[in-house]
């Protein structure tokens, strides 16, 4: 008895403790799957910052040490602010197309766009980064102001050899060449520590620009083919409009002649209908004489048709009273 009352109260002991230890082994089953999981989201992040991280060394390297690289990059973005301005591409601007100069000598500019009229105006972008990025790691003030320097001597470098490929002097071109200056502050920092370098730049026909000037220009650019394109429209609707008019007077012409054989029809059908039913000898009223005397027939003419009135009978005139013989009397006739 003391065995089976010991068992009836730790059987259900035991079974609290065998689902408490089942509970327990798979929370730590799930907390365990989770750890792993979260560990392996946590290395996957690590290695793609480690990776972003490395792409960006290795772009940032690329872009001091490698021209090449550095006017890939600033060609990218000056194509960037090109698909959001408006223009169209292959339509309004074309990039590295080859041009011909007046000597025959192939160019090829970054871009070409195209202005109402037939214009053109080449935009050509100049990447400046390595002196511009010694000028911000430098730690003395003297280091600054040398890199400075050659910053500002970069860019000038940049504007001479654009002005020695004359893209300014191509037939349809117009009288300056654009140099993008890809990255703002770079921009910036030359023109205000360099006071003659956008003078100097526009005496040799560039216009340094920067891609918030950039994308002001291009603006300019998109409105004016908005406008050409409106002015078409408007040369267009004068052009059906005077065709419309042509028409419009021809139709009133033709009208008229319709009028007049319609006018002239009318005339033709009164006196038609004259000879029928009015005048001496109609041929309504013969054609009732004709029945009245006694032609079979169970047609009737229309009233509408009868003479209005009985014509008079005829008079016959004897000549002799035509010279004053007044014994004679006028003879009436049938």
């Known amino acids: 008895m003391n065995k089976s009352n010991i068992e009836a109260l730790l059987k259900p002991l035991g079974d609290n403790i065998d689902n408490f230890k089942k509970k327990v082994e798979e929370t730590y089953d799930k907390e365990s799957k989770e750890r792993f999981s979260l560990e392996a989201k946590v290395k996957e992040l690590v290695e793609q910052t480690n990776r972003v991280s490395s792409e960006a060394n290795n772009l940032a390297t690329a872009l001091k040490g490698q021209s090449k690289k550095q006017g890939d990059w600033g060609e990218m973005i000056l194509e960037s602010i090109l698909q959001q301005s408006g223009l169209e591409k292959e339509r309004e601007y074309f990039l590295q197309q080859t041009i011909k100069d007046e000597e025959g000598n192939s160019l090829r500019p970054d871009v070409l766009v195209k202005l109402p009229d037939e214009r053109v105006i080449i935009i050509d972008s100049k990447v400046s980064l390595v002196s511009y990025d010694r000028y911000f790691s430098a730690e003395t003030a003297e280091a600054q102001e040398a890199h400075l320097q050659e910053h500002i001597k970069s860019i000038r470098k940049h504007i001479d050899d654009l002005h020695g490929k004359k893209y300014d002097n191509l037939e349809s071109s117009l009288d300056f060449t654009m140099m993008f200056v890809p990255i703002e502050p770079a921009y910036m920092i030359a023109i205000q520590n360099d006071r003659e370098l956008w003078a100097h730049a526009y005496s040799k026909r560039i216009l340094l620009i920067s891609p918030t000037n950039l994308i002001a220009c291009l603006k300019l650019m998109a409105d004016l ?62 054609a009732i004489k004709l029945k009245d005397l006694g032609l079979k027939s169970s047609k009737s003419i229309s009233k509408a048709m009868l003479p209005t009135e009985d014509e008079p009978d005829q008079v016959i005139i004897d000549p002799r009273l035509l010279d004053g013989d007044s014994d004679f009397e006028p003879i009436m006739a049938n």
């Open 225 to 286: 083919w908005k406008r050409e394109m409106q002015s078409k429209n408007a040369m267009e609707i004068v052009r059906r409009g005077e065709l419309l008019f042509d028409k419009f007077v021809g139709f009133v012409s033709t009208l008229e002649e319709v009028g007049k054989h319609i006018k002239k029809s009318k005339t033709a059908y009164d006196s038609a209908i004259g000879q029928l039913k009015t005048g001496s000898g109609n041929l309504i009223g013969q």
